[in-house]
């Protein structure tokens, strides 16, 4: 069953536009990465600066072996210091439950 890696950024408003690029970039070379599978890029409606990136992974194991070689990347390192405040992320499975 994969796993999503779910990250956060916030960027001022002056560096909504440079982080949004940025992030597109890195979710692009993440692609290149054993274990990836997708991923969507969500913008906040209100506060363009505001990404959420929901991505699924094979397993645990390549999420964590991705964040570990990336980490000192140029993308990532330049998302680092645009951002109002650092970047987050946490990992979820999928469950599913049915209402009626």
């Known amino acids: 069953m994969p796993i999503y890696a779910i990250w956060e950024s916030r960027f001022p408003a002056p560096a909504a536009t440079q982080g949004l ?3 597109e970039a890195i979710w692009s070379d993440m692609r290149e990465f054993d274990g990836y599978l ?4 969500l913008v906040d409606i209100d506060a363009p ?7 699924q992974w094979a397993s645990r194991q390549r ?3 991705t964040l570990e070689k990336y ?4 993308n ?3 998302a680092n210091r645009l951002v109002a405040e650092p970047r987050r992320r ?3 499975i999928g469950a599913t439950r049915h209402t009626r």
Do not use: K, N
């Not at 980490?71 to 140029?74: F, K, L, Q, V």
């Open 21 to 23: 690029e940025v992030t």
């Open 76 to 78: 990532a390192l330049t």
């Open 38 to 41: 997708s991923h969507e890029l």
């Open 63 to 65: 999420a964590d072996e």
């Open 71 to 74: 980490a000192t990347h140029p």
């Open 49 to 55: 600066g505001h990404l959420l990136i929901v991505s």
């Open 90 to 92: 946490f990992l979820a």
